[in-house]
């Protein structure tokens, strides 16, 4: 049976992930508060931070970059806080 969390991306209970995402006490907060959903939408925007930003996910400060705004995302914390609800612009016609 699935475990269910409250999860802080969705603001809902949700299905939790099966495993840490990311490593340390960093990967087991965000594995007891952000469900499955909730890190696959963290990675549909991570997608647009990587090409928006240009970043290389093999530098060290590029990784730096990331985190930030994954806390930002996930928690609504530092400087990236409340980016998680970005619209695109519509298209004209």
Same mark, same amino acid.
């Given at each position: *049976?699935?475990? %269910?969390? $409250?999860? +802080?991306?969705?603001?809902? @209970?949700? @299905?939790? *992930? @099966?495993?840490?995402?990311? #490593?340390?006490?960093?990967?087991? &907060? %965000? +594995? $007891?508060? +952000?469900?499955?959903?909730?890190? !696959? !939408?963290?990675?549909?925007?991570?997608? *647009? +931070?990587?090409?928006?930003?240009?970043?290389?996910?093999?530098?060290? &400060?590029? /990784?730096?970059?990331? =985190? =930030?705004? *994954? /806390?930002?995302?996930?928690?609504?914390?530092?400087?990236?806080?409340?980016?998680?609800?970005?619209? #695109?612009? &519509?298209?004209?016609?």
């Amino acid at each position: *049976m699935a475990t %269910i969390i $409250q999860c +802080v991306v969705l603001k809902t @209970e949700a @299905e939790a *992930m @099966e495993a840490a995402p990311h #490593p340390g006490e960093l990967g087991q &907060r %965000i +594995v $007891q508060s +952000v469900s499955a959903e909730g890190w !696959k !939408k963290w990675l549909e925007h991570l997608t *647009m +931070v990587i090409n928006e930003n240009g970043l290389n996910t093999s530098d060290p &400060r590029s /990784l730096t970059l990331i =985190e =930030e705004h *994954m /806390l930002g995302f996930l928690f609504n914390e530092g400087q990236y806080s409340g980016t998680g609800g970005f619209t #695109p612009p &519509r298209a004209k016609k």
